[in-house]
């Protein structure tokens, strides 16, 4: 089932690798509260769950939620300076 489910989302284009940082968006006067987030995960199905939740988010008028990243393995201090960067 797992796999049936993985081969789908891959055929509708999600993808799991890293695609690198994302230019960071400049939305002057709104007034909405922006949040980074670098996820990071130990095995692709970890992160397909949490990328799910976040394009699930349906509340952008009280809080906009940014993935600047994501990737697997551990937290390297290239992903500390990337979020850094975007802080």
Wanted: with cysteine; proline share 2%; aromatic share 6%.
């Amino acid at each position: 089932v797992y796999k049936e489910q993985l081969a789908e989302r891959r055929a509708a284009g999600r993808r799991f690798k890293s695609r690198g940082p994302r230019q960071k968006e400049i939305q002057e006067g709104d007034g909405i509260p922006r949040v980074n987030v670098l996820i990071k995960s130990d095995v692709v199905g970890s992160a397909e769950a949490i990328l799910d939740v976040f394009d699930s988010y349906g509340d952008e008028k009280r809080c906009h939620l940014d993935v600047i990243h994501y990737g697997i393995g551990q937290v390297t201090e290239n992903d500390i300076e990337l979020a850094q960067a975007f802080d």
